[in-house]
């Protein structure tokens, strides 16, 4: 089980408000969220409500200010993430409804264009574990959470032009 408290201020200030579960609309709890302290778990915190926008994952410790992990604006959703024990595995696309060259992954790909020689991977199939997929090599830019089941657009998910390059697995004692 996993426990996050976010705060309406910086630094660890003003209102909080303590999470313990998936929550699409934080607004109903605190006008605005600038800092957070996870204390056990892992989590995905998004920009935006309902689980959209830019995605930041966060393992227990400290964020004082929402700013010095890159986001843009005020913590709005978030989503815990299962601690997963078994195997890992998911098959990537290169282009979107499941068409065009495929590989099945069952570890992390630090760079898909290298590896695979795909030049994109735009639907994946995520058959075991929790993934984190990166806009470019090396887990690097931007990223996205993906838990099990079928994605067959990323454009679909928000992430229009956004060009996937990394892949990780969740391995965290979440």
């Known amino acids: 089980m996993g426990k996050i408290i976010f705060y309406e201020e910086r630094n660890f200030q003003g209102r909080h408000y303590e999470c ?21 778990g892992c989590f995905v915190v998004y920009d935006r409500p309902n689980f959209l926008g830019n995605q930041y994952f966060l393992r227990r410790g400290e964020y004082s200010d929402y700013g010095s ?3 843009s604006d005020s913590i709005r959703s978030c989503r815990l993430i299962p601690q997963h024990r078994g ?14 060259q495929s590989h099945e992954l069952v570890d992390d ?3 898909i264009v290298d ?12 058959m075991d574990g929790h993934w984190l997929m990166y806009e470019q090599p090396h887990y690097r830019g931007r990223m996205m959470y993906l ?20 892949v990780r697995r969740i391995m965290d004692s979440c």
């Open 20 to 40: 313990m579960s998936d929550c699409s609309d934080m607004s109903s709890f605190l006008s605005r969220c600038h800092s957070c302290r996870v204390e056990s």
């Open 69 to 71: 992990f890159g986001m």
């Open 87 to 100: 195997s890992f595995r998911m098959r990537i696309f290169e282009r979107e409804n499941f068409l065009g």
């Open 109 to 111: 790909c630090d760079n």
């Open 115 to 126: 590896r695979y020689r795909m030049s994109d991977c735009q639907s994946c199939s995520v």
């Open 147 to 166: 838990r099990p089941g079928e994605y067959r657009s990323m454009r679909e998910l928000g992430h229009s032009g956004m060009r996937l390059s990394s």
